[in-house]
């Protein structure tokens, strides 16, 4: 999803700015002549020629001040004031960082060419924030893209939240009113929209993004409740603080009120920090952008024979759970006959303790080419495109069906916590042989040993897997 607090947008910035500092290098490179004539603190420079090396080292090199300075942390950034002074600042570190780095090079590059250099990227860096905030703005205007606040509880407590939130710089937030049990509340004022008993339909109704609880402490159990209710339904959950044991696997403080005396905690938190999600979003799309290209023409024929092989679609479009419980439509190649899902309750069973039981071997449904394409993995090819999309990552716990997350305990909903995957580590230990339901404990592990390196490794087990063919069916 495109939107501008995601990491999605955090990757488009870096990119706009990169290419900004390069156009604005080359821009001087083959301007220098015209701008001598035109500025007159620029001398005439016969031959400038920069190393090629340069021009992606330049863009690197400010890049990664930006990124050390949270100029691309949104939530540090809501004002405008905040994000161009943090440009300003990593623009001074530049300067002097880039100043050194010309120092080994031979070609003479005068100092004012520089400053010309500077400025123009800084101009540039500049002007594209302006009009994405204008666009922002718009979409604000036209109720695209705000995030609709529900807040449960009515007291002091709620309407001082409600104070803040409707102030700049949270342009983008809407108050769309309160829950409250309080019988008299409910009488006379007009923006309690119902009881806590009415939560599922007020969310739904208004398409509730993020839930506010400003209830006391001793409410703890009415909280509990609350987020039991919401498990399914992707609205982030803010608590005014003595609520952190609601956690799904950690909080984080919301501080952008802090300043106002209403610390927020979100207990749907992420289980990766920023840095380690913005890491994970590119190392997706690099390597699904790879396996794309290198495996386009292998999907086209297993599109051809998909076709040939039985009647029915190509694909298999699946309503599946992802992160924070979003639903999406995960894509594959049909395996099996075009009226499948109708005929499960045929081939599905229980084990001994009552546990649902969806693949086994022989299922009657898998066609011919289906028993090929799933022994070796290739009907899951086309989930590159979901995963170059955001909807999920090439690594992470194996996205449910959604009457499947529905018989969840509470402790299971972890999962949930970071981006669902093509593969992870109950995939590498398992695959088919272990059942569906017994999953989450690999899954927990993969969440509480997270890193970069870990995916790796599971994506080069996943190889191996999948050319010997083991486990799948």
């Avoid at 409410?219 to 003595?242: C, G, H, T």
């Avoid at 290209?293 to 298999?316: E, H, N, Q, R, Y």
Wanted: hydrophobic fraction near 45%.
């Amino acid at each position: 999803m495109f939107r501008r607090y995601s990491v999605n947008f955090e990757l488009f910035s870096i990119f706009l700015d990169g290419f900004s500092v390069f156009v604005a290098l080359v821009l001087t490179s083959f301007a220098h002549l015209w701008l001598a004539g035109f500025l007159f603190f620029t001398k005439k420079i016969c031959n400038l020629e920069l190393p090629i090396f340069y021009y992606a080292v330049f863009p690197v090199i400010w890049i990664y001040l930006n990124l050390g300075l949270s100029l691309y942390d949104g939530r540090k950034n809501m004002r405008y004031a905040d994000e161009f002074l943090r440009l300003i600042l990593s623009s001074l570190l530049a300067t002097i960082s880039l100043a050194g780095l010309l120092y080994f090079v031979p070609t003479v590059f005068a100092r004012s060419l520089f400053i010309v250099f500077i400025l123009i990227a800084i101009f540039f860096m500049g002007i594209w924030r302006v009009f994405i905030r204008l666009y922002w703005r718009k979409q604000y205007s036209h109720k695209q893209e705000l995030r609709r606040i529900l807040i449960v509880g009515c007291g002091n407590t709620g309407r001082k939240v409600a104070s803040q939130f409707t102030r700049p710089p949270a342009s983008n937030l809407e108050i769309v009113g309160f829950l409250d049990d309080d019988p008299e509340k409910l009488k006379n004022t007009p923006d309690i929209l119902g009881s806590t008993n009415d939560l599922e339909r007020v969310v739904d109704f208004y398409n509730v993004n993020i839930l506010v609880i400003a209830l006391p402490a001793r409410a703890f159990s009415l909280e509990s409740n609350i987020v039991d209710r919401l498990r399914m339904k992707p609205v982030k959950i803010w608590i005014v603080p003595n609520a952190h044991r609601l956690s799904l696997f950690q909080c984080d403080v919301i501080d952008h009120l802090s300043s106002v005396g209403v610390p927020l905690i979100d207990v749907r938190a992420p289980s990766i920090s920023d840095e380690q999600r913005l890491h994970k979003r590119i190392f997706d799309l690099i390597v699904s952008s790879a396996m794309i290209t290198v495996t386009l023409p292998f999907m086209i024929l297993i599109a051809i024979l998909v076709k040939l092989d039985s009647p029915g679609p190509i694909f298999f479009r699946q309503k599946r759970v992802g992160e924070n419980t979003q639903p999406f439509e995960m894509l594959k190649f049909r395996t099996m006959v075009q009226n499948a899902e109708k005929l499960a309750s045929q081939v599905v069973k229980t084990d001994e303790r009552g546990n649902t039981l969806h693949k086994h071997r022989n299922d009657p449904r898998i066609t011919r080419l289906g028993h090929f394409l799933r022994r070796y993995s290739l009907d899951e090819l086309p989930q590159a495109f979901n995963v170059l999309l955001g909807q999920m990552s090439l690594v992470g716990p194996r996205p449910e069906m959604p009457y499947l997350v529905e018989k969840y305990k509470s402790w299971q909903y972890v999962r949930f916590t970071l981006p669902q995957g093509m593969t992870g580590w109950w995939q590498i230990t398992g695959r088919s042989d272990k059942p569906m339901h017994l999953n989450t404990e690999d899954d927990l592990y993969y969440i509480e040993n997270y890193s970069i390196w870990l995916d790796i490794k599971i994506i080069l087990k996943t190889v191996n897997i999948v050319i010997s063919g083991r486990g799948a069916y």
